[in-house]
Nanobody, 120 residues
């Protein structure tokens, strides 16, 4: 079994910063990709940023230049550094990972979500 545990959400003022973390644990053979999604009230879940095994990254246009995704392979952890936060960044942020387990089954796993609220 595999678990993803997110942390780092909270309340921050506009223009502030937060750093989200997502740690994967369990029967992991290989992590193929790790992504951050978010879902605001009344909206669909959207991809915010992703990082692949070779280190390539991609970002939603709305966060380019403000958010940075990174990964610590030794810790099976992905981070999302969020700077210059805006009210429209308010959402529940979810970590997602494409993982091959030790029995060589591959699927996508999701974390429980962490709330980010940007408000003065």
């Amino acid at each position: 079994q595999v678990q993803l545990v997110e942390s780092g959400g909270g309340l921050v003022q506009p223009g502030g910063s937060l750093r989200l973390s997502c740690a994967a644990s369990g029967s992991i053979f290989r992590i193929n990709s790790m992504d951050w999604y978010r879902q605001a009230p009344g909206k669909e879940r959207e991809l915010v940023a992703g990082i692949r095994g070779v280190g390539s990254t991609n970002y939603a246009d709305s966060v380019k230049g403000r958010f940075t995704i990174s990964r610590d392979n030794a810790k099976n952890t992905v981070y999302l550094q969020m700077n210059s936060l805006k009210a429209e960044d308010t959402a529940v942020y979810y970590c997602s990972a494409g993982i091959t387990t030790k029995v060589l089954m591959t699927r996508t796993y999701w974390g429980q979500g962490t709330q980010v609220t940007v408000s003065s």
